[in-house]
């Protein structure tokens, strides 16, 4: 029964899907016919007495199905990462490609401008409705509901790791409600998890009732020969309850893994992490852009900010300070001045006395030396705005790691000196992911991520998430 409500979750929210997708549409489509032709019935030259009121009706048929035909509600897609919303836009400009090719070949005469606003704006809004119904659906995942109930099975280590990496992100929608490791502990839970151990990886059928798992996750095949794996795929039931294999394969994204079935064997390669010169170029491109359009934007905000900090305390209106920048460059940061005159002769003393002098993340709790305007701009990131001009000048970018001193890069790991292979950024996977709440550890694991699975949509995901930190900053910004 619960197996079938899984897959009833999954069905609802298409639906839902479904249903604000033909709204959209209609919307959409009729609302760019009116404010381009008119309320009058108007002909589509070409298509004898089909008036634009029935093409437009065809077009948001043909746009749903060709929504349906790309699989964009997907329960594989839906809820995480960006593969809905390209399906999103890949459909929509099939569709309307195939209407540009057969007005060609028939000669219909479509007005272009009715067709030139609908598909952006569709595209756009059907976007903006699958964003909300994401967020819907995260605050929904995050108490347990519509989620895939997964039982994992693998080595106890194994296990244990995918666990807690799932238990961190319950918006991608797995709860792990319980797990089968060769020890077959009964009573037992994986350790630092309240996740309980249901049994031996022979008793997965026998846990799968008693948990009501819709998905076995298969974590390693290290006690588990290839007639086993296959005894679980086959017993489960098709369509209703799912096999995933989850190789402990972590911090690689998508674009970089590619699965190829070789004799049999379902082969998975991992792309090694490197920046071609088309990327670099896109990336920098897009840097010098943007960063000068921010200063244009925001010159009001940057000369009434440093106006601010030159009467509120004596000193000067910027900090320059030098980092370690890409490939272990040193470079002077531009900030405006949040502290007091003098301040850095009293860090290591600081450092000492709150116990962190030997962790490269340097961070000063309730840090005496800011001043008071200092701690307001610091807040919302007001101080980081002169580092639009380093951008513009190419010393860092506008999405990257944190750019730190050489103090700091002087105890990486040899891990961590893999953050050294991208200009530091203004913002950052850190930075949008906990800022100074998150451990070095922590931080590092999101910067090499990035570092590693760089892409421009990524950058643009981050900077819109940047935005809304900043104008809602939490415990963590100071």
Same mark, same amino acid.
């Given at each position: ?59 948001? +048929? ?44 028939? !000669? ?21 409705? !699958? ?31 995918? +666990? ?44 799968? +009732? ?206 961590? !000196? ?24 922590? +931080? ?35």
């Amino acid at each position: 029964m619960r197996a079938a409500a899984g897959e009833n979750w999954r069905r609802r929210y298409a639906r839902r899907l479904w249903i604000s997708d033909v709204v959209v549409l209609v919307w959409v489509v009729y609302g760019t016919q009116i404010l381009w032709l008119g309320i009058e019935p108007v002909e589509v030259s070409g298509l004898g007495p089909l008036s634009y009121w029935l093409f437009s009706a065809a077009l948001v +048929a043909g746009w749903i199905l060709a929504l349906a035909w790309a699989d964009t509600r997907s329960y594989r897609v839906i809820g995480v990462g960006n593969a809905e919303y390209v399906r999103v836009a890949d459909a929509s400009f099939r569709l309307f490609g195939l209407i540009a090719i057969i007005s060609f070949l028939f !000669r219909i005469d479509v007005a272009r401008g009715f067709l030139l606003i609908s598909l952006p704006l569709g595209i756009v809004m059907l976007i903006l409705e !699958r964003w909300l119904w994401r967020q819907w659906l995260a605050a929904k995942r995050s108490i347990g509901e519509y989620s895939a109930r997964v039982l994992l099975v693998g080595s106890e280590l194994s296990v244990g790791q995918i +666990a807690r990496e799932l238990q961190r992100s319950p918006a991608a929608g797995y709860l792990v409600v319980g797990a089968c490791v060769p020890t077959g502990r009964i009573a037992g839970t994986l350790h630092g998890t309240d996740i309980p151990i249901m049994g031996n990886v022979a008793a997965f059928e026998e846990a799968i +009732a008693v948990t009501a798992a819709d998905t076995v996750a298969v974590t390693s095949t290290d006690d588990l020969p290839p007639s086993k794996v296959k005894q679980i795929s086959w017993s489960l039931e098709a369509g209703r309850q799912h096999l995933v294999l989850a190789p402990s394969i972590l911090d690689i994204a998508g674009p970089r893994i590619h699965t190829r079935p070789v004799a049999g064997l379902p082969l998975i390669h991992v792309e090694t992490p490197r920046f071609s010169a088309g990327q670099r170029f896109t990336k920098r491109s897009f840097d010098i852009l943007v960063s000068a359009v921010l200063i244009l934007l925001l010159s009001p905000i940057l000369l009434t900010v440093a106006a601010i900090v030159r009467l509120s305390s004596p000193g000067p209106v910027l900090f320059r300070h030098e980092r370690i920048g890409l490939n272990g460059a040193p470079f002077q940061i531009y900030k405006f001045r949040s502290m007091r005159v003098g301040a850095d002769a009293e860090l290591t003393a600081l450092l000492e006395t709150q116990g962190t002098s030997t962790e490269p993340l340097f961070k000063i709790k309730h840090d005496p030396r800011i001043t008071p305007v200092g701690r307001f701009i610091r807040k919302y990131s007001l101080d980081e705005l002169p580092q639009l001009f380093n951008v513009l000048g190419g010393s860092m970018s506008l999405v990257g790691p944190r750019p730190q001193v050489a103090a700091e890069v002087a105890l990486y790991t040899e891990p961590a !000196r893999r953050r050294l292979l991208a200009r530091p950024g203004i913002t950052g996977l850190w930075q949008v992911s906990g800022r100074s709440a998150l451990s070095w550890d922590e +931080a590092v694991k999101l910067d090499l991520y990035y570092v590693e699975n760089w892409s421009l949509l990524g950058d643009l995901a981050i900077l819109v998430k940047t935005a809304r930190v900043v104008l809602t900053p939490g415990e963590g910004a100071h």
